[in-house]
């Protein structure tokens, strides 16, 4: 995606953000040549399949888990909209993420235990799973750094997507 972006419509991305110290907000100029690329940095548990293993903290279990990609991502596209049809509420929340990306838990893959085990699970093996998950997933590191032009202050923040970055200028 990135990189259609810059070979469609340059390297540049101008977004506008404010100082973390004294709020001042200011156009920012992204350059997405200079995005780094995180490596997966763990090794699956089998070779060349999309399953990791992460011991949570609490209950000390062994999560199996995999990132989630494009087939994934229809998938649950398909199922909010026929929940919608049905008129039934669907939440895109944390539980349901990692209802989601939990593939089995102390060896267990029954989808309604790993469902009651997430809706039951102790808070912070909830957030460290979800920060093992987002430290460690592959992809393009979508986070700059600037210096406030008011009170020289140095930024980071997360690149967001907007419309500007598919139809710059628009």
Avoid at 4 to 32: A, F, M, W
Avoid at 69 to 78: A, M, R, S
Wanted: net charge positive; glycine share 4%.
């Amino acid at each position: 995606m990135v990189s259609i972006r810059i070979t469609g419509y340059g390297s540049d991305y101008n977004v506008e953000h404010s100082c973390k110290k004294c709020s001042h907000n200011q156009p920012v100029t992204v350059n997405l040549t200079e995005l780094s690329i995180k490596r997966l940095q763990h090794e699956p548990v089998v070779t060349g399949k999309n399953i990791f293993s992460f011991e949570l903290p609490v209950t000390k279990k062994t999560v199996h888990f995999k990132y989630l990609n494009g087939h994934d991502d229809k998938e649950e596209e398909v199922k909010q909209k026929r929940l919608t049809k049905l008129n039934m509420n669907y939440e895109n929340s944390i539980t349901n993420f990692l209802e989601r990306i939990i593939v089995s838990i102390d060896g267990i893959e029954d989808k309604n235990k790993i469902s009651h085990f997430v809706k039951n699970m102790p808070a912070l093996d909830s957030r460290k799973l979800r920060l093992f998950i987002n430290e460690s997933e592959p992809g393009i590191d979508m986070s700059w750094q600037y210096e406030c032009k008011k009170c020289m202050h140095q930024n980071g923040f997360s690149i967001p997507i907007t419309t500007e970055f598919f139809w710059p200028n628009s």
